[in-house]
């Protein structure tokens, strides 16, 4: 006879043994509660003798206090008895001349029993609280049911589950078949164990395989981010990589550096660079996947240079876009400055040419209107000769100030403190000033310059702020401000001011605003600061003042 242990696993044999296991463990659990139910049941029996002999004790003892008891005391001893005895609910006492003595309220029919007892006293019926053997009782029952109702639960899930337990056994099987041929001599259980274990070491041979293929793949990778990484920081143009919905993938560090921002991977365009023209450019580069060769933009006060590439998968989905822009802002100032100094070197050469014949001829003019004077003529003719004389020495004055406008200007560069030349050029026009107040702050600002072309700048464009003041006619004032980061001299007034159109011509020759000025103070202070490397440029709106910056 073979036993169960080395008997063949067929399904049939499985399956089998696995309705014989669970009907065994349901049986066994069947018969345990069937057992506990008994002892249950005999629990509650004995319970209900118990109690039931406590009521009879409770009715003799009612019975003796009863044949003691004379006709006027019975319902205090009917009451006394309650009290004596707590199970007792109520009494009822039939006298045999056909009164009735109560003692105590009872609804029959909810937990009570009752005892009669009959003598020379009567009739007595007494009544007993019995709720707690009715609880016990409806516990039983309510047990008995649930370990029934689970038994039930517990045989139709055993249907229902086997052949959910059997099943992946029996594929099991199956698929060992598949896999290899087995041996009659080999029991399938044996077969089943030995495959499983065949499989473990194929798959730990093929994940090692894959192991080595992932770390040769990583190697490779590796040295692709680090060959990715040397080009982008060999770049000297900042780089910026943006997926398909504008978030920046991937930042150079000259990009960073451009945008002053070290935080850029994984937020998007409009987080990083705000509400900027730069911003737009991107985002419709990547809204219509849109190449851009050369195009300028602006960042705040930077001016940008942006080509951008869209990236394109070998099926042709969109990956992205990839933009390269570089900080064009120091170049387009120096082409500014290079246009300024053209622009000043051109109207200083034909300047200079109109000066040599202006003075030339005025000289001869002046000549003349000398020798004229010697001579006796009627007061009124003295009167116009000494009126043309005033005219031609005023345009001589102009000529002369044109001729130093365009006369080159050779530096004598020295070590000069930006805040004593200011306070020694104010205290130089308090006269002039009067009652303007100039008021100067700021910390010392070294810089090399030459001190006396410098302080000639400076005194003509603080002229031209007094002129301002005085010509709106109100309390007004001038402020000298003076920065050491960037290094930078602001001087801001609140005269007359001017529109934002007329700025840049007041820089020009003879553009002045002043009834008797020949406009020649901005442009040489221009071309001062133009010759120092530094910049100019004024700001201001009509009736609110002006100021102008000079940055070193």
């Given at each position: 006879?073979?036993?169960?242990?080395?008997?063949?696993?067929?399904?049939?044999?499985?399956?089998?043994?696995?309705?014989?296991?669970?009907?065994?463990?349901?049986?066994?659990?069947?018969?345990?509660?069937?057992?506990?139910?008994?002892?249950?049941?005999?629990?509650?029996?004995?319970?209900?003798?118990?109690?039931?002999?406590?009521?009879e004790l409770v009715a003799s003892a009612a019975e003796n206090e009863l044949y003691k008891a004379t006709e006027a005391n019975l319902g205090v001893v009917l009451t006394s008895l309650r009290v004596r005895y707590p199970s007792l609910a109520g009494a009822t006492l039939t006298r045999p001349g056909g009164y009735t003595v109560h003692s105590g309220s009872v609804i029959e029919g909810q937990g009570i029993e009752s005892i009669t007892r009959r003598g020379t006293y009567g009739s007595l019926e007494l009544f007993f609280d019995a709720s707690d053997l009715y609880a016990l009782r409806r516990t039983f029952l309510l047990t008995a049911l649930i370990t029934m109702l689970a038994t039930g639960a517990g045989v139709v899930m055993l249907l229902l589950y086997i052949p959910r337990i059997t099943g992946p056994i029996e594929k099991m099987l199956d698929h060992a078949v598949q896999m290899g041929s087995r041996d009659p001599g080999v029991d399938e259980q044996d077969f089943l164990?030995?495959?499983?274990?065949?499989?473990?070491?194929?798959?730990?041979?093929?994940?090692?395989?894959?192991?080595?293929?992932?770390?040769?793949?990583?190697?490779?990778?590796?040295?692709?981010?680090?060959?990715?990484?040397?080009?982008?920081?060999?770049?000297?143009?900042?780089?910026?990589?943006?997926?398909?919905?504008g978030r920046i993938v991937d930042a150079n560090q000259a990009g960073r550096d451009i945008l002053r921002d070290h935080n850029l991977n994984g937020v998007s365009i409009e987080e990083a660079l705000g509400n900027s023209p730069f911003a737009d450019v991107l985002r419709d580069a990547v809204t219509h996947r849109a190449p851009l060769s050369r195009h300028e933009t602006t960042i705040g006060a930077l001016i940008i240079g942006v080509t951008t590439v869209p990236l394109l998968g070998e099926a042709g989905d969109f990956l992205g876009i990839l933009a390269l822009f570089t900080d064009l802002t120091s170049i387009r100032m120096l082409e500014h400055r290079v246009r300024d100094m053209q622009t000043l070197a051109d109207l200083g050469e034909m300047s200079a040419g109109i000066a040599h014949e202006f003075r030339n001829s005025l000289a001869t003019i002046l000549g003349y209107l000398k020798l004229a004077q010697r001579q006796t003529m009627p007061d009124d003719a003295v009167t116009r000769i000494r009126r043309a004389e005033d005219e031609a020495s005023q345009l001589s004055a102009a000529v002369e100030s044109l001729l130093s406008f365009a006369r080159p200007m050779p530096l004598q560069k020295q070590s000069v403190d930006l805040r004593e030349l200011v306070d020694e050029v104010v205290t130089r026009l308090e006269t002039t000033a009067g009652e303007v107040p100039i008021h100067v702050t700021g910390d010392g600002v070294t810089l090399d310059a030459d001190r006396p072309l410098f302080a000639r700048a400076i005194e003509n464009i603080l002229r031209n702020a007094i002129d301002a003041v005085r010509e709106k006619g109100t309390d007004g004032r001038i402020d000298v401000t003076l920065t050491r980061d960037p290094r930078t001299l602001t001087i801001a007034d609140n005269g007359v001011g001017l529109s934002q159109d007329d700025a840049a011509r007041f820089f020009l020759p003879f553009q002045s605003g002043k009834p008797h000025g020949f406009g020649l103070g901005l442009p040489l202070a221009k071309k001062i600061v133009l010759l120092h490397g530094g910049s100019i440029r004024m700001t201001g709106a009509p009736g609110e003042g002006a100021t102008v910056i000079v940055e070193l």
């Open positions: 006879m073979v036993s169960l242990a080395t008997a063949p696993l067929t399904k049939v044999g499985f399956r089998r043994d696995i309705r014989l296991f669970l009907t065994a463990l349901v049986a066994f659990f069947a018969v345990l509660i069937a057992v506990l139910l008994i002892l249950m049941q005999q629990m509650l029996g004995q319970a209900r003798d118990a109690k039931w002999e406590q009521f164990i030995d495959t499983f274990r065949k499989s473990l070491d194929t798959m730990k041979a093929q994940q090692e395989e894959l192991q080595r293929l992932h770390d040769q793949q990583k190697t490779r990778a590796d040295e692709f981010e680090r060959i990715t990484a040397a080009l982008t920081r060999g770049l000297t143009s900042g780089m910026l990589a943006l997926d398909p919905e």
